[in-house]
């Protein structure tokens, strides 16, 4: 069982940033392919970013946060970031980060990852 803890969740303005980590007390984040999620009140999960395991690196994202959002791991830390820049009200939601196994982000939907965070919340608003 792969625990991992979330953190850096908050409040920020429209057009603010946030970075959120992803660690894995006692667990080589190395060797998983790590996602983010988000869900908002009343809406589906849905795929935020993935990376795949640290012998490939290669990031993924939807299509809504490219260009804003950067997903990255510190192989040193055992910690994977999402760093969200111009964030917008509508993506004010809980945010969770997920771990799987197999060392690459093909599928990367939320039932192929068996293990999840407690999820941090996000709010974005003026």
């Known amino acids: 069982q792969v625990q991992l803890v979330e953190s850096g969740g908050g409040l920020v303005q429209p057009g603010g940033s946030l970075r959120l980590s992803c660690a894995a007390p006692?667990?080589?984040?190395?060797?998983?392919?790590i996602a983010w999620f988000r869900q908002a009140p009343g809406k589906e999960r849905e795929g935020v970013s993935c990376?795949?395991?640290?012998?490939?690196?290669?990031?993924y994202y939807a299509d809504s946060v490219k260009g804003r959002f950067t997903i990255s791991r510190d192989n040193a830390k055992n910690t994977v970031y999402l760093q969200m820049n111009s964030l917008k009200p509508e993506e004010t939601a809980v945010y969770y980060c997920?771990?799987?196994?197999?060392?690459?982000?093909?599928?990367?939907?939320?039932?192929?990852?068996?293990?999840w965070g407690q999820g941090t919340q996000v709010t974005v608003s003026s």
């Open positions: 997920a771990a799987d196994g197999r060392p690459y982000c093909s599928d990367w939907v939320d039932e192929n990852f068996p293990f």
């Open positions: 006692g667990e080589t984040l190395n060797y998983f392919v």
């Open positions: 990376i795949s395991a640290a012998s490939d690196g290669s990031t």
